[in-house]
């Protein structure tokens, strides 16, 4: 809940107020005192582990989603489970292997979890897997839920530096692109890592036929002549701040228009910002050094102020 002395107003980041922080400031979650819900029952933290045999390891047979926590409270649980649950049932539920959890029952554990964590503000992970011993097929699936408390967030206020990777997203007929799986993130992952070597914060990444997809893991938004545009998305990952925020442009009475988006149009705009569970409304300062954007522009400034509004009135505070 609300720490001593803290404004319950000031647990919701619009990334505008406060600076990121270094997550090397926190302990590795890899060792760590505490609890999770793991197949249906609290369990200490560090005893949760995972064989190197299991199937979800080798074969990328796993699923998970994110949730914030804002002064005690988890927001947006019932879309958040409901998305991981399609995930889960989709990717590892097979004639060998059947979900044994229904989406009351994981938002339950989601509340569990983060009380017994004491989660102020914060951040959780829910992650399913295939396993059982077996390399061929799995005949078990795992389930954790995990809530820590960590910082309002890792991207800077001031804006974020983007590259564009070499890499693209996948055909939509090839995997499942709507899902937070292995598959998704393995590409965009390494090309962030590689990014953050030459001084940049973060990938642009292109859909497979080369238009303007999102970065490793947040959607894409740019403004330009008062309107809003954000890539279709017809092959990667849609979320739910993406969501919320195209509604929240629209009742500040901004045109938003989802359509396919060249690179070029992205060097072209006014302002560029990204969005996500993680990065809220992150600004982007620069792309590549083809496009410098400045200061924080207004509209993604209202935009900022907008979904503040909307997490606040959401969360009663």
């Known amino acids: 809940m609300i720490k001593k002395g803290e404004s319950a107003m000031s647990s919701v980041n619009d990334n505008k107020d406060q600076p990121s922080v270094p997550a090397s400031l926190f302990p590795p979650l890899n060792d760590r005192v505490g609890w999770m819900w793991h197949d249906g029952k609290i369990v200490p933290w560090n005893s949760v ?72 503000n914060g951040y959780i992970r829910p992650v399913s897997w295939g396993g059982g011993g077996r390399l061929d097929i799995p005949n078990a699936v795992h389930t954790a839920i995990m809530a820590w408390e960590t910082p309002a967030s890792f991207y800077k206020a001031e804006g974020i530096k983007l590259v564009t990777s070499k890499w693209r997203r996948y055909h939509p007929d090839t995997y499942h692109c709507f899902f937070k799986t292995p598959g998704m993130y393995t590409i965009a992952i390494s090309e962030k890592q590689d990014a953050k ?52 442009a629209q009742e500040q009475g901004i045109e938003v228009r989802e359509k396919k988006i060249s690179p070029q149009e992205l060097f072209d705009a006014a302002e560029v910002f990204v969005t996500g569970t993680l990065a809220g409304i992150t600004p982007v300062r620069e792309i590549a050094g083809k496009a410098k954007y400045g200061p924080v522009g207004p509209i993604t400034q209202q935009i900022q102020t907008a979904y503040t509004t909307l997490l606040k009135a959401r969360l009663g505070i």
Not at 52 to 63: C, D, K, L, N, T
Not at 72 to 87: C, K, L, S
Request: a negative charge; hydrophobic letters at 40%.
């Open 197 to 248: 070597t030459k001084g940049y914060d973060d990938i642009l990444m292109l859909s497979w036929d080369g238009y303007v997809a999102d970065t490793s893991s947040s959607n894409i938004f740019l403004a330009k002549d008062g309107i809003l545009y954000t890539p279709l998305t017809d092959s990667f990952f849609s979320g739910l701040t993406r969501k919320d925020v195209i509604a929240c």
């Open 49 to 120: 582990t995972l064989h190197v045999s299991e199937y979800g390891f080798h074969h990328g047979q796993i699923v998970w989603d994110g949730i914030r926590v804002y002064g005690g409270q988890a927001h947006q649980v019932r879309e958040h489970i409901d998305r991981f649950y399609t995930a889960a049932t989709t990717v590892i539920d097979r004639n060998e292997v059947d979900f044994p959890f229904s989406k009351e029952a994981l938002e339950e554990a989601v509340f569990e979890t983060v009380k017994i964590q004491k989660v102020n």
